[in-house]
């Protein structure tokens, strides 16, 4: 087993091989001057079964560029099986045409993770678990829930209400609320363009109780604040947000430090720019250990099913 990592998030990617107590792989990542990726592989990889670390960040089209390259120059140098560990699935929101005549961008990215040579996908809490479907390798979905859970179990907090944010995210939030033993609730929402929603409606038990909103990114925030507001309105307690992949583009640090929430939990699947990571109002999770530990379980050929439950 050898593990490379892409320029995206070199701080996990470190956590990962530290958990797995090996190096990271040997390679050279640099651009020409004209900005173009050059990449070579500074180690012997031929029968090796190649993990390749790559998280959609700052730069999301660059990185994926960057990943491409890389899963080329493996099936070149003739690994035996390439795994594309990508923690923050980008493009996963365009994954169904809501209206005519727009791409399925996320189908796209899969089909050329397979084109470069992917083997193999281990991603973490897609935007939708169908996408999974666009794939014709394996594909393993990680969720955090499990490190979500640990930490507001810390808390000692009592009746509780984990709230989905949509409809979409009832699934998850259901099993988050099991994990925590609270109750389930639902904001009803309207989106009529991308990163504009208005919150309609706040379906569930939220008075006096201390609340989870928990989703699966945070990009403007501007939802998230919205959804905060109506909770409160409704009678909560105390808000708190659970949300994997902390995209926060535009304003969403302002609207966060803002905003009447407790905290904004995230994990490192994105790193955070020095203004995001030292807001008193975000706290960050490590999800290396579980990456980790599914990389060892697929290498072993053992099981990945029980790190989903």
Do not use: C
């Given at each position: 087993m ?5 320029s995206s ?11 797995l ?10 651009q020409?001057s004209?900005?173009e ?7 012997n990889v031929?029968?090796?079964d190649?993990?390749?670390i790559q998280?959609g960040?700052y730069?999301?089209n660059?990185h994926?560029m ?16 390439i ?7 980008a ?7 809501d209206?005519?005549?727009v ?5 796209l990215v899969?089909?050329l993770?397979?084109?470069a ?18 794939f014709s ?13 640990d930490?507001?179990?810390n ?19 259901k ?9 389930l ?5 309207r989106?009529?363009?991308?990163n ?7 379906i ?5 109780r ?10 403007t ?8 507001e ?9 808000v ?15 609207r ?5 929430m ?22 960050v999770?490590s ?23």
């Amino acid at each position: 087993m050898k593990v490379f990592t892409g320029s995206s998030n070199t701080a996990l990617a470190e956590e990962i091989v530290d958990y797995l107590d090996i190096d990271l792989g040997r390679s050279v990542l640099e651009q020409f001057s004209d900005g173009e990726i050059h990449f070579y592989i500074d180690e012997n990889v031929r029968g090796e079964d190649v993990f390749v670390i790559q998280t959609g960040a700052y730069d999301r089209n660059f990185h994926l560029m960057e990943l491409f390259v890389m899963i080329d120059a493996f099936k070149r140098a003739s690994a035996e099986r390439i795994t594309a560990v990508i923690p923050y699935y980008a493009y996963a929101r365009q994954d169904w045409k809501d209206r005519p005549r727009v791409p399925l961008s996320a189908r796209l990215v899969a089909d050329l993770l397979e084109t470069a040579g992917a083997n193999r996908v281990l991603t973490m809490d897609l935007h939708s678990p169908q996408i999974q479907g666009f794939f014709s390798v394996p594909v393993d979905n990680l969720m955090a829930q499990g490190v979500f859970a640990d930490y507001m179990g810390n808390l000692g907090l009592e009746n509780m209400t984990v709230i989905s944010p949509d409809a979409g995210g009832v699934g998850r939030a259901k099993w988050f609320a099991k994990l925590l033993e609270a109750d389930l609730g639902i904001i009803d929402k309207r989106r009529p363009k991308p990163n504009i929603a208005q919150v309609f409606n706040v379906i569930g038990e939220v008075a006096g109780r201390d609340v989870v909103i928990l989703d699966d990114m945070v990009d403007t925030a501007g939802t998230l604040v919205q959804s905060v507001e109506a909770l409160l309105e409704k009678g909560a307690r105390k808000v708190w947000s659970a949300i994997t992949h902390p995209v926060l583009s535009g304003q969403a640090l302002d609207r966060i430090n803002g905003s009447r929430m407790e905290k904004l939990i995230v994990t490192n699947t994105i790193p955070l720019d020095e203004d995001s990571y030292n807001s008193d109002k975000i706290e960050v999770l490590s999800v290396a250990g579980l990456f980790g530990e599914a990389i060892r379980r697929i290498h072993e050929g053992s099981s990945v099913s029980s790190l989903f439950t």
